[in-house]
């Protein structure tokens, strides 16, 4: 019973290509979010949506572009691939926004851009 | 700003004790949360403490001091598979905080036989 699935787990691609990356979670959560964790490990929260509406949106690049069609999914697209883009990308969910609530992290998608 | 600062490393033996600490620096503060993240794996939720004071949970127990924006991590009677990454990561209190966590770079601990 997975709780927080991606697909793929490894995308290898060339620079300029556009891929995305699908999150579902079976949890009923109503928050999801995409993180980047980066060759030193370092985890940064990309973007987060709460029932469909996007809430967080950091500095990001405009190549990437979130998508929520329901509030069990959230997936990732990602244009014009750099090799600065080559990390692990995790999603997450938790039951609502804020306080004590723990997020629920997918199994990462090890993206590779050459 | 957001600044959180843990050791990058730290090795311990097999049944003694680690304690990992965490210096924060953030707009606010609103819940600081431990996560373990073993090698190629998700990050799984440890703790949450948003009050001063310790939070004990089996053999792992997490401290808060908010005055000094400081936490711990304990680890107690270490086993080979706590040998992962362990990050710290607060929640700013600032308007559009919404959730968002700030992790730090994590604290690799390695436990040898």
């Known amino acids: 019973d997975t709780a927080v699935s991606q697909t793929p787990k490894y995308l290898v691609t060339q620079m300029g290509n556009d891929k995305s990356i699908k999150c579902e979670q079976n949890?009923?959560?109503?928050?999801m979010y995409w993180y980047k964790q980066d060759s030193k490990k370092f985890l940064k929260i990309m973007f987060s949506y709460n029932n469909k509406e996007l809430i967080i949106n950091e500095t990001v690049p405009n190549r990437f572009s979130p998508k929520s069609p329901d509030k069990a999914h959230l997936n990732l697209h990602i244009n014009s691939l750099e090799l600065g883009d080559s990390a692990v990308y995790f999603c997450a969910s938790s039951q609502e926004v804020g306080g004590g609530y723990e997020q629920y992290f997918g199994p990462g998608t090890r993206l590779t851009v050459t | 700003g957001q600044n959180i600062d843990q050791p990058t490393e730290m090795t311990a033996t097999e049944g003694a004790i680690v304690q990992i600490n965490c210096t924060y620096q953030?707009?606010?503060?609103?819940?600081l949360f431990w996560y373990q993240q073993h090698a190629g794996e998700a990050p799984t939720f440890l703790s949450y403490?948003?009050?001063?004071g310790l939070e004990e949970k089996g053999r792992f127990s997490s401290f808060l001091s908010r005055s000094k924006g400081y936490s711990y991590l304990l680890l107690k009677e270490l086993q080979m598979k706590d040998s992962a990454s362990y990050l710290c990561?607060?929640?700013?209190?600032?308007?559009?905080?919404?959730?968002?966590?700030?992790f730090g770079a994590g604290t690799q601990v390695v436990v040898t036989p």
């Open positions: 949890l009923g959560h109503d928050t």
């Open positions: 403490n948003v009050l001063d």
């Open positions: 990561a607060v929640r700013p209190m600032t308007t559009d905080s919404w959730g968002k966590l700030q």
């Open positions: 953030t707009s606010g503060f609103n819940g």
